[in-house]
């Protein structure tokens, strides 16, 4: 069974830094993507990693500021967030893709874990 467990989050104040993490078991290596969804709003596509870790795309939104990373000996993928900003408060999500996406579109993505609360805050 596939299953996505994220952890890291938490309260930071505008201009920190949080790395979130996302441990997957039940599967070898899919592409892994971060979602993230504010309050009254769509979930939204923040960055993705491709099997290797070769391939990664981001959100314009976080380009510049955050880095996704995946060790695969720990099955394991990182997201590393840097100039936090209170616009970037929402509930964190990864998930898998069986389907091998290449992109941050969340309809690539069939496997999600529970999420992880990141609230930027003074």
């Known amino acids: 069974q596939l299953q996505l467990v994220e952890s890291g989050g938490g309260l930071v104040q505008p201009g920190g830094s949080l790395r979130l993490s996302c441990v997957y078991s039940g599967f070898t290596n899919y592409p892994i993507g971060w979602f993230r969804q504010a309050p009254g709003k769509e979930r939204e596509g923040v960055s993705y990693i491709s099997v290797n870790g070769g391939r990664t795309n981001y959100a314009d939104s976080v380009k510049g500021r955050f880095t996704i990373s995946r060790d695969n000996a720990k099955n394991t993928v990182y997201l590393q967030m840097n100039s936090l900003t209170p616009t970037d408060t929402a509930v964190y999500y990864c998930?898998?893709?069986?389907?091998?996406?290449?992109?941050?579109?969340?309809?690539?993505?069939?496997?999600w874990g529970q999420g992880t609360q990141v609230t930027v805050s003074s």
């Open positions: 998930a898998a893709s069986t389907s091998y996406s290449i992109s941050i579109d969340q309809r690539g993505y069939n496997y």
